[in-house]
């Protein structure tokens, strides 16, 4: 029911309940009625010849079928008058509980709960921590697992009621209750570790469990009346007293509610409790504020936008969000502001300790007003002067502009850079040479450096067309994708770890999440349209009915892994100690930061506590974004990064293939037992032969002492086995010697069926995912980000400032799989709708990324802030018009990447010479591309190129990421003791296990980033400790020695000259000019002459002396940056 229905119906309850006498409680949300009154659940009335009978069954009058029982004599409680009332109450001894093995009513998760009951105590003297009720989480196996479940009671003779987490934290109250004294308890747990205590009407705390906190509860939860669920022998937890009514919600009642029960039970128990009167808004409260405040926010004036007329617009805000929280004054605005002496301002009349009571009083009972209530989305705060801004306008056609130098154009795109070129009076530098030009295009397209031979190909062919026929080659390479994909995997994020990462020798793989990686580098390959590629990734599971598939077909299990882009966000939840509220909103929190920073190239980070300072985004419009994602990361039913892994099968598969394996199994364990039995009879006749060959007097021990368990043995038993095992045991190769010709041929027989058995055993893959497991709660706008302070609830939207025109239905209507709400898929919609602001701004982030890789600077410098605080783009002209043919060529990367590659914009050389004088001047840090720019290698294309160069890269593709060892001095090396082979400590970097902090040192020398957030464009440095690791890093000299024996394998010619030429090519993608051919020979010769004269050997000197000529290549800077 929704809570402003819930709360009209409780004012006519409350008022029918003044009238009549008992009237029952509100049954919304009502899984549990256990009325002593009503033990059959007949509803019969209080009937005096039940007084002193056992209670084997209190009935639930809830409908709910939650009826408690016990069936031992001893264990039963009894009925009992209550004395003050004259109600029926059940009278608990001190060794009687009731139980039900299964709770129905409650949801998987972080449930939420109101318990009610009238009980009284007896003594405490031998039950000092006694136990009410309980309620526990079960395993499968009938386990109760830690922090899943509940109890009510006391603890340690205090007699003060807790409420405990099964052990976990416990909040106590201030009011003694076994105090001999019928009392009225109420119990409340509002989710995400808030808990609330009333004694006798009042409340008495609020407050949140700390350190050990709620875990959630599991699908089946038991409950016990009396005692802890499963622990019949503790003396110490049963309870002594007497239970009168009982009352479980699944939910908070609202104050008025809860009034109408505290009513209902004081009148039926004759209970001291006093019901204060509640303030209503239209009688008490408006008065309060039409005398001080409505001048300012309310009548004529509307101050910060705030208007105090009425609930709804107290509930809607101002320009600092809502001002009440309704059941929570101390985070309320209003009250704040007043009880600081903010408010009224100075001059004015202050508030009377009275009035501000009536406030407080006001807000913690829920607000209550006769008005209905109506809160409606704060109107938009977009203003024209904002969408002035160049990147919340659609993209524009525009005609290619003519040029005056018409023979430097190969292609559209030189049309609008010649343009803008020759504004300024500049033109294009001269075209890279065929040897830069090759290493170039190789590195951008495919991330690895050409081998000599394919740069004497390239060079060699003369033919018109060469740098396409090399391009179109190279596009179809499957390489292509681990190059484009890296950049993809750092824009989202991607590692192949959970949690912060920030234990060097701590690493935490998430398995099988490195086949999203393998999906990107796919996805690339095959050219998937990125429009495709982007939904899959925020709604794969939303695009097919997977869930009631017979068997997963590719295209689903394809869907299901690309949601793991979802789970790029750190996530500490996996340990028990941060699986908190505040660590899981802050992953949903960065999971919408992401998504956003990702594919919208927008910061959003401050508008999670206001309205951003800089962008058109409101704090409205930040939560509203996230809750687009609040199903997945449900903060209420919370599914940790470690069981965010499934079954690469589908449910339905996954139990046939378990099911024929148990069978098969249990076929392998009886001939398994079958042999065993073979051997151990082989092992009792040799024992008992051996045995005959020792003096008597010490037969007899002995024959104990082997048979005898190991850990059984006494200290003899230990001696004599120490002596004669050896002659006396066989080994299991005796054994084997010894059996006969029958028992031979029946375990080879066991053998080969075995062996076939185990053939036919079948497995399956692990897959991560991110769905939807349960329906989600409310999204609130979180006054400065705080969980506790939840202000206007939200909607499911986009970013308003990328919404030209209001949607047509709720978010909630759209069409979608009946697996899921469909939030994210209809978010894709949006965001691919090429026809929409949305989409073509989302086109324009994605190929602006797309030149940012090839020109190393995006036409946006800030290619992860589109906003008014990134940078304008340079070309706005030529980045609508690439973002156009991007979205009419069907959203497709690799034609949009030739056409980049084939402007002679991308082909001309990064020197600089006495010609470029004047663009220096004019344009110093090349934002207008008179030459190309001179790049260095990304950190795996340092690691890669030199793998390339020495031969021994290994090419595989996909797989298993390599893993990581940690050494004491600080390195991280690969740890090859657990590879499938020695070779495949080679494989490309992209497959080097990703970490959020502590990568390969190689790689991080180089500036692999850190993956605190996502990154959009890396950031080279040049420091020494690059040039120290190029010297001295044993992986380096490894390489240098390795590249060098390739020379000497692969250089058509032996000569000196020959191996410079081709370590020169396969480092540096050029031959040797003649000035370098001399030096180079030069220090062969040098070299080779020195470890001659230490006694080495010719042929091993000549190499050691290539390996230092290879070495000194891999140092220079020509072998880490592009020209």
Request: glycine share 6%; aromatic share 8%; charged share 25%.
């Amino acid at each position: 029911m929704h809570p402003l229905l819930r709360t009209t119906f409780a004012f006519a309850l409350l008022a029918l309940c003044c009238s009549s006498a008992w009237a029952d409680p509100p049954r919304d949300g009502l899984i549990l009625w256990l009325d002593a009154a009503d033990l059959g659940g007949g509803k019969s009335g209080p009937n005096d010849s039940q007084v002193g009978l056992p209670v084997t069954r209190w009935v639930d009058r809830s409908s709910h079928g939650n009826h408690l029982e016990q069936h031992r004599d001893d264990r039963q409680p009894i009925v009992e008058k209550d004395a003050t009332s004259g109600q029926p109450m059940v009278r608990f001894d001190g060794d009687d509980l009731l139980e039900l093995d299964r709770l129905e009513g409650l949801s998987v998760g972080d449930q939420m709960f109101h318990i009610v009951f009238v009980m009284r105590s007896l003594d405490e003297s031998d039950h000092t921590s006694q136990r009410i009720l309980d309620f526990e989480s079960r395993e499968s196996d009938g386990t109760v697992p830690k922090r899943q479940g509940f109890w009510i009671g006391a603890q340690k003779g205090r007699g003060l009621v807790r409420l405990g987490i099964h052990e976990g934290d416990e909040g106590e109250g201030l009011h003694v209750a076994w105090d001999g004294h019928s009392h009225l308890l109420e119990l409340v747990y509002r989710a995400e570790q808030t808990f609330e205590m009333y004694f006798d009407g009042q409340r008495e705390r609020r407050a949140m469990f700390n350190g050990t906190h709620f875990l959630g509860l599991k699908e089946h939860v038991s409950l016990a009346l009396g005692q802890h669920v499963n622990q019949h022998d503790n003396e110490q937890t049963f309870f002594r007293g007497n239970l009168g009514e009982v009352l479980f919600y699944n939910r908070p009642l609202t104050t008025i509610e809860r009034q109408q029960v505290n009513q209902y039970l004081k009148d039926k128990f004759s209970l001291s409790t006093e019901l204060a009167e509640l303030p209503q808004f239209e009688a008490d409260v408006r008065p309060i504020l039409a005398t001080h405040c409505l001048e300012c926010h309310g009548n004529d004036t509307r101050e910060a936008g705030l208007d105090l007329r009425s609930v709804s617009s107290m509930l809607i805000g101002g320009e600092a969000g809502p001002v009440i929280v309704r059941g929570e004054p101390d985070y309320s605005e209003l009250l704040t502001r007043i009880e600081s002496g903010q408010m009224p301002p100075e001059g004015e009349s202050r508030l009377t300790e009275e009035e501000v009571r009536t406030l407080r009083e006001w807000i913690e009972a829920d607000a209550p007003a006769e008005e209905p209530v109506v809160i409606t989305a704060p109107p938009s705060k977009i203003t024209d002067e904002d969408r002035q801004h160049w990147a919340w306008n659609r993209p524009k056609p525009h005609d290619p502009p003519e040029v005056r130098q018409a023979e430097l154009v190969s292609n559209d795109i030189d049309r609008f850079v010649l343009a803008r070129l020759e504004q300024e009076g500049l033109s294009y530098s001269q075209e890279a040479d065929a040897h830069s030009l090759v290493r170039r295009v190789y590195f951008d397209l495919i991330g690895l450096p050409p081998s000599p031979h394919e740069v004497r190909q390239f060079v060699d062919d003369t033919q018109p067309g060469a740098c396409e026929r090399l391009i179109d080659r190279l596009l179809e390479s499957q390489h292509f994708g681990e190059r484009w994909g890296r950049h993809w995997l750092d824009v989202v994020g991607y590692v192949d770890v959970h949690g912060s990462d920030n234990d060097f020798a701590i690493i935490k793989p998430l398995s099988g999440k490195w086949r999203y990686r393998d999906y990107v580098v796919r996805s690339f390959n095959e050219d998937k349209p990125f429009d495709r590629f982007l939904t899959e990734q925020l709604a794969g599971d939303e695009l097919c009915d997977w869930r009631d598939a017979d068997t997963f077909t590719p295209e689903m299990l394809e869907n299901l892994v690309a949601t793991t882009f979802l789970l790029c966000a750190n996530d500490d939840s996996s340990q028990n100690e941060l699986n908190t509220p505040d660590i899981r909103h802050h992953v949903l929190q960065r999971t919408s930061e992401t998504v956003a920073n990702a594919l919208l190239a927008v910061t959003m980070q401050c508008a999670k506590c206001h309205d951003h300072k800089y962008e058109p985004i409101s704090q409205y419009d930040y939560y509203s974004f996230e809750s687009i994602f609040a199903p997945v990361f449900n903060v209420r039913n919370w599914v940790t990064a470690e069981n965010r892994v499934r079954p690469a099968v589908s449910d339905i598969e996954r139990t046939q293939i378990d099911e024929a394996n148990a069978a098969l199994q249990k076929q392998i364990d009886e001939l398994t037992t079958r042999r065993d039995e073979i051997h151990a009879n082989c092992r009792t006749r040799l024992i008992a032969e051996r045995l005959e060959g020792l003096p008597d007097d010490i037969r007899g021990a002995v024959r104990s002492a082997v048979e005898a368990p190991s850990d059984q043995r006494t200290d003899e038993q230990k001696k004599l086995v120490e002596q004669h095992e050896s002659s006396v045991v066989p080994t299991d190769e005796q054994i084997k010697a010894e059996l006969t010709e029958a028992e031979l041929d029946e375990c080879s027989r066991i053998e080969s069926q075995t062996g076939d058995l185990k053939a036919e055993l079948r497995s399956y893959d692990q897959i991560t995912w991110a769905v939807e497991n349960a329906a989600a709660p409310a999204t609130h706008v979180l006054r400065r980000g705080n969980y506790l302070r939840p202000g206007l609830e939200v909607q499911p939207a986009l970013l308003d400032i990328l919404t030209t025109e209001p949607t047509s239905q709720p978010w909630s209507d759209v069409e979608h799989s009946t697996t899921s709400n469909g939030r994210r898929l209809e978010l894709a919609r949006q965001l691919t709708d090429a026809d929409t602001l949305a989409g073509g701004y989302v086109a324009r982030v994605i190929v602006n990324r797309l030149w940012q890789q090839l020109f190393g600077r995006g036409i946006v410098e800030t290619s992860d802030n589109f906003g008014v605080s990134g940078s304008p783009p340079t070309h706005p002209e030529l980045l609508d018009w690439l973002t156009l043919e991007f979205i009419q060529n069907g959203w497709h990367v690799k034609s949009l990447i030739k056409s980049m590659m084939m402007s002679n914009a991308y082909r001309q050389t990064s020197r600089i010479d006495d010609n470029s004088k004047n663009a220096e001047e004019v344009d110093p840090a090349n934002k207008l591309l008179w030459r190309m720019n001179l790049r260095r290698l990304d950190s795996e294309q340092v690691r890669d190129s030199m793998l390339t160069s020495s031969g021994k890269l290994d090419r595989s593709i996909g797989g298993e990421p390599l893993p990581l060892d940690v050494q004491p001095d600080g390195m991280v090396r690969i740890k090859t003791d657990s590879l499938p082979n020695p070779g495949s400590q080679w494989r490309r970097s992209l497959y080097v296990l990703a970490r959020r902090n502590y990568q390969l040192t190689m790689l991080r020398m180089f500036d692999q980033p850190i993956v605190t957030r996502n990154c959009s464009l890396r950031k080279p440095t040049s420091v020494v400790t690059q040039s120290l690791t190029l010297l001295h890093d044993d992986f380096v000299l490894e390489q240098a020695e390795f590249m060098a024996r390739r020379a000497m394998d692969e250089a058509v010619e032996q000569s000196d000259p020959e191996l410079v030429s081709w370590a020169f090519t396969a480092a540096l993608g050029r031959p040797t000019d003649a000035e370098e051919s001399a030096w180079s020979v030069d220090l062969l010769a040098r070299h080779a002459e020195r470890y001659q004269a230490q006694g080495m050997e010719a042929d091993p000197a000549r190499l050691k002396a290539v390996a230092h000529l290879c070495h000194m290549l891999l140092n220079t800077n020509e072998f880490l940056y592009l020209p």
